[in-house]
């Protein structure tokens, strides 16, 4: 079992194994942490783990600058932050629980990282143990610091967008029966929004709503974890 604990002690042999800092953050009080509702599994892990630093990238669990970021859906949780526009993120449901962990990188498409963050976590460790066990890192992290983060990104397949008005029920053309939070979510949007169900999405999945509709606004359906991209007018800061 993944757990808080387990991940925090993995992190600090790492530190202890390689000549440059593993910087880790502290674990939290629940109570004190930057979350929304989060449940059980979440509370332990941020109890044992507020996040760490490999150079240059650092991920943080707990008050993350950046987690009233505007390009994204509300609730969420922001961890990290590439440095360049890209920023990973758990899904955070309306009543408080915690799903997948998702990336909304530079190019404005959304990709999905891992099916919670503890899983995500897990990977990012053993990616990191495996390459410590490979080359050692005695020249420093540096030099392995793209080869880690590209292990981090499986290459999945591209996700079905729907136009909006496709999902609804009403209007002209033949008549469709969509699933009921596809079409809910597309009731809420306008025409030219596009929707990606991420609903069982493999990790490295990848909804590319940059080439569907330029810079936009994501918006999540109240029951599950389905998005709709509306094209967003950054001159004017209002939605077209």
């Known amino acids: 079992m993944i757990t808080g604990q387990s991940l925090a002690r993995r992190l600090r042999s790492l530190a202890a194994r390689v000549p440059f800092d593993v910087a880790v953050r502290p674990g939290v009080d629940a109570g004190d942490a930057d979350t929304t509702g989060p449940g059980a599994a979440e509370r332990e892990l941020l109890r044992h783990l507020g996040g760490f630093s490999v150079p240059p990238v650092e991920v943080r669990l707990t008050g993350h600058p950046r987690r009233r970021s505007p390009a994204l859906p509300e609730p969420g949780h922001v961890v990290s932050d590439d440095g360049g526009g890209g920023l990973t993120w758990v899904d955070v449901a309306p009543d408080g629980s915690w799903g997948q962990v998702l990336m909304q990188y530079r190019e404005g498409g959304l990709y999905v990282q ?27 992290v540096q ?11 499986p ?4 996700l079905v967008l729907h136009p909006a ?7 002209a053309g033949t008549p469709v029966d969509p699933d009921p939070v596809l079409a809910a979510l597309a009731r809420s949007v306008p025409d030219n929004a596009v929707i990606a169900d991420l609903r069982g999405a493999a990790p ?3 909804a590319r709503f940059d080439r569907a509709c330029g810079p936009y606004r994501l918006r999540r359906a109240a029951d599950a974890p389905v998005f709709a991209a509306v094209p967003w007018d950054w001159q004017y800061d209002r939605p077209r």
Request: charge should be negative.
């Open 204 to 206: 490295g999945s990848r």
């Open 143 to 153: 030099p392995y610091a793209d080869e880690f983060w590209d292990a981090l990104h």
């Open 114 to 140: 891992a099916g919670s963050l503890a899983d995500w976590l897990d990977r990012l460790v053993t990616t990191a143990e495996e390459l410590v066990d490979e080359v050692g890192f005695e020249d420093g």
């Open 155 to 158: 290459d999945g397949p591209e």
């Open 165 to 171: 008005s496709a999902l609804r029920d009403e209007g």
